[in-house]
């Protein structure tokens, strides 16, 4: 029997048209051009990327073609062996943009990654975006039109919801929109920890501390609030992937219910028990889907453990953290990962198969020839 084909469900593209829009900016998120002109633009992503202390070229990061360019990610699939990508508009998404702006930014968006799907031959799939500047209304009006897009296969999402998280009740019709709609929500990271947490010496680091931890801890704390705000009580059916693993749920989720049990501040229901009325380990194993983009076996095992073999899916995170030699065409990072999965399972070589391709083929319909 051949092999499941490797399946990258966690791997983003920066459009051309949305760098046009960044580089019309002077706030943060922006792209910065240097006077080099053969040198990179850098992209000023988080808050303390927009230091007028450091010179240009030492700002952000610095973003070359590989991150629109198409044919860059095939090249990179062929390199790495991946048969089928389901790409997601890298962060911070449209979440800057007027309420106006960001529903045409996501039509503009949507249509454009379906354009780019749908000449691939079937080895791109897509989450879409999602207009959350705007009213919820507008939001869900965006949702509905995704069945037009036949590539789409759920919505990237970010922690901040429309500015105040994840627990905000204004955010149930557009739970209620995704769930009937039955679109996976890719939940992501971008904001991290407030820049104090990190210190007074935290550009020594670079993006380490915000990357390697802010993201994790985002991720936790936005999900975390999800549960705790009863969506999944009121959205049974709603289907969650999260971004690098689940952050630190798979360590962390027995604390939490710990915390809940020890709450006085919740009622205990009527049937026992105190918080939201499913339980945190049910809620893990019925609507969460969790990445592999942990670079450790001993992590892939804990998100393993937490959800279930078939709820763990492989992931690059393409075009981010690219090799820093120049000329190495294997990443590192995705080396890292593929191994992570194979020492994690030892000698169940079918949990192996399942993780890098086998659940996203089921999860997402994915129609990739030689699967199966
Ligand atoms: N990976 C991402 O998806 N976004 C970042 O900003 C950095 C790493
Ligand atoms: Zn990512």
Known sequence: MAPTPIVDIHTHIYPTT?????????????????PNKSAPPRLIILPSDDDPAL?????????????????????????????????????????????????????????????????????????????????????????????????????????????????????????????????????????????SVYGPRASEYGHVLPLALGFPMETTIAFTRMWLSGVFDRHPKLKVLIAHAGGTIPFLSGRVNSC???????????????????????????????????YS???????????????????TDHPFFPPLEEGREEWMSVETNVQAVTEAFGDDKQGVTKVLGGNAIELLELNVAGAG
């Not at 760098?19 to 910065?32: C, D, F, I």
């Not at 030492?58 to 990179?76: A, C, E, T, V, W």
């Not at 897009?149 to 919505?155: I, N, S, Y």
């Not at 892939?300 to 992931?315: H, M, N, P, T, Y």
């Open 55 to 195: 010179p240009a070229h030492q700002r952000g990061r610095p973003i070359d073609s590989s991150y629109s360019s198409i044919n860059q990610k095939l090249d990179f699939m062929k390199t790495h062996d991946i048969h089928t990508s389901v790409i997601s508009l890298a962060n911070p998404w449209l979440d800057f943009l007027s309420p106006e702006e960001g529903y045409q930014w996501a039509e503009k968006v949507n249509n454009e990654i379906e354009d780019i799907c749908s000449t691939s031959q079937n080895s791109l799939y897509a989450f879409a975006t999602l207009p959350l500047s705007a009213p919820s209304r507008s939001i869900v009006a965006a949702i509905e039109c995704l069945y037009l897009l036949p590539h789409m296969r759920g919505v990237v999402l970010g922690t901040t919801g429309l500015s105040q998280g994840l627990d905000d009740p204004a955010l149930e019709p557009v739970w209620s929109a995704l769930e009937s709609a039955k679109l996976l929500i890719f939940l992501h990271p971008h904001y991290g920890l407030p820049s």
């Open 18 to 34: 949305y760098l046009t829009l960044l580089r019309s900016r002077t706030e943060v998120p922006y792209l910065l051009d240097l």
């Open 260 to 294: 809940v049990q020890h709450e006085r501040h919740f009622p205990e229901h009527e049937y026992g028990g105190r918080g939201p009325k499913r339980d945190l380990k049910e809620v893990l194993r019925e609507n969460v889907w969790l990445d592999a983009v942990v």
């Open 297 to 315: 076996p001993t992590s892939v095992k804990a998100a393993v453990e937490i959800v279930g073999k078939d709820r763990v899916l492989f992931g």
